[in-house]
């Protein structure tokens, strides 16, 4: 059977994030979480193929209790399994100790349920931003990562590949890749479906289940939570506000031209002599 694994995070919604000025952080009280939209993406790529080929996706995240919102979510969507993994252990972890977890737990449900074949995440998330936490779990599980991926072109089950497209800065690169394999997906990639009346129904009374320490034999202790969280974050502010000068040009297509051609001529001269 070919099983998938979304990690997904539980966000603050940026649209509504604000900075406390006297202290430089965020300022989260009273500001709704929402499922991380790159995830989102992933969840819809392992659905779609489940979809075409059958098989079982695992939804996977660490966080506060209050996570288990996100996992229900997702289950509405078509998602078969919502695991949490939940913690005051885990609590201050950085992307290198969520990483460290997240493939311990990725392993664990392999176990359970059945080597993934592909694990999806999103290419970055809204509140970190750093694009790591990916690459970090496949490179901890020795997996293939095709990262920045904006299509999937075919998976063959049979001879257990995938094709996709890459988005990178200087064009496309089109990748075929063994299981297993982690991809990181891009918005472009699709558009997350609705949850279906049958899907909200079930995700009213499914329980995630949840994982703490105690459920990983192995979990090394210095490898999660703060203690294993390298990253230190001193402060956060507000960029100030730039006065940029703008200059409309309007006109005939010629008369823009000549006089857009004069103006980048007249910036240079000024950036030169300075």
């Known amino acids: 059977m070919l099983h998938m694994v979304v990690c997904i995070k539980q966000v603050p919604d940026s649209r509504e994030i604000r900075i406390d000025p ?39 995240t660490m966080g506060p209790p209050s996570a288990d919102k996100a996992l229900r979510q997702c289950v509405a969507m078509g998602a078969d399994e919502g695991v949490l993994i939940s913690d005051r252990a885990f609590a201050g972890a950085d992307t290198l100790a969520t990483s460290y977890v997240l493939a311990k737990s990725i ?15 999103g290419k970055q998330t809204l509140d970190g931003d750093t694009g790591q936490v990916g690459p970090g779990i496949a490179c901890r599980l020795d997996y293939e990562q095709l990262t920045y991926v904006e299509a999937i072109e075919s998976v063959d089950p049979d001879r257990g590949e995938v094709v996709v497209r890459r988005h990178l800065e200087d064009g496309v690169e089109r990748v075929r890749a063994p299981f297993p394999v982690l991809i990181t997906v891009l918005a472009e990639m699709n558009k997350p479906r609705r949850a279906s009346l049958p899907g909200l129904l079930h995700a009213q009374t499914y329980q995630p289940i949840v994982w703490s320490t105690a459920d990983f034999e192995d979990l090394d202790r210095s490898k999660i939570g703060l203690r294993g969280s390298p990253t230190v974050v001193s402060k956060t502010w507000v960029p100030e506000p730039r006065q940029v000068d703008t200059e409309f040009l309007k006109g005939e297509t010629g008369e823009v031209t000549s006089r857009l051609a004069q103006v980048l001529v007249e910036r240079l001269q000024t950036v030169q002599g300075a």
């Open 107 to 121: 392993e664990k449900a392999g176990r359970l349920w059945g080597q993934p074949a592909i694990v999806f995440c």
């Open 22 to 60: 006297k202290t430089n952080t965020l300022i989260r009280q009273g500001v709704p979480a929402i499922v991380n939209p790159y995830d989102l993406n992933g969840v819809e790529a392992a659905l779609q193929i489940k979809d075409q080929f059958g098989g079982r996706v695992t939804v996977l």
